[in-house]
């Protein structure tokens, strides 16, 4: 097939910040190792280009949320290295834990039967301390579905791991109480914030995903985790508009004199949704604002202060997460997960 051209729009990610992070999160987790949440195309930001990293750095344990997901994944890494959250819902999903060799997550009672009737072998088993999303109770343990299992992996998740809020330790008391009650070979307990509560949230294995890409969930963070995902877009258009012109949609911005403005090739389908209004663009230092609404493949800004700019020209939008979350009020998980898939 004929060659695409180059695309207008480019999700740069830094493969050495990614790296460092980890490893970053890898030391901070003291005597545990670090592993790597990479479901949702690793937070939005692409398996291929970010697990071979992680890999690289010495992460050996990846996790996904759907059945879906798998492919992708052990395309780079072993199956065995590979544990599914979701769990098996039907005997198909067991089925294809069993054939590919990656571990389901078991998060019910329902899925502890359902894994044993289909042969079982190596599983995870979440325990439910208090979150209420998926996991057994910590009553449920002693039935004999879930004492019949095999578990690598005893894990459980922090509800609000990023505030300081006596839930943390509660959940810990209720995970170390469940630790003599299943056999297992490994602990888990924190995500990427929990892993900034200490040592004791540590134990085995950690499990970061938002941190890896540039997250900053607790003050402790900042400063050891660096942006991974930078955004920049080609100015498709440039033009100049007279004083008393609008800009955009429903004509929101209007000139209040002659301006040189600029047509951004990126929009809210590629996740740069409209609460952005009123934030600005870069080129180098210098401050581009946004004028008007997003619309879906595009936004204007205004050139007044690179005027020398012209059609083909790059602009970047910063993304650095904490300060990108205050001026969208959208999470720091959102804005990752949300970047469309028209980047190059
Ligand atoms: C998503 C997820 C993580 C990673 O959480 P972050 O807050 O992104 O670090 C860890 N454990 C489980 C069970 C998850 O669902």
Known sequence: MTQLPLPSLLLIIDNQALADNWLALDRMSGTARAGAAVKADCYGLGVDRCVPVLWQAGCRDFFVAHWSEVPGVIAHVPANRVAVLHGPQTPEDAAFARETGVRPVIDSLRQARLWGEA??????????????????????????????LDVHTLLSHLACADEDVSMNARQLAVFRECLPAIAHRQASLANSAGIALGSDYAFDLTRPGLALYGGVPRPELAGRIAQVAFPKAALI???????????GYNATF?????????????????????????????HGERKLPILGKVSMDMIVI????????????????PYHLPDAAQ???????????ILGNRFG
């Open 237 to 247: 258009q440039t033009r100049t508009i007279g004083a008393g012109a609008s800009v």
């Open 302 to 317: 205004d050139l007044a202060a690179a005027p020398e700019l012209s059609d083909g020209d790059w602009v970047e939008l």
């Open 119 to 148: 042969g079982g072998g190596p599983c995870d088993l979440m325990i439910d301390s208090g979150i209420n999303r998926l996991g057994i109770a910590p009553e449920e343990l002693a039935d004999p579905a879930v004492q019949a």
């Open 327 to 337: 001026q969208t009020t959208l999470s720091q998980y959102e804005l990752l997960t």
């Open 254 to 282: 209007t000139a209040p004199a002659d301006m040189r403005i600029g047509v951004v090739s990126l929009g809210y389908a590629d996740g740069i949704l409209r609460s952005w209004a009123g934030a600005h663009f870069l």
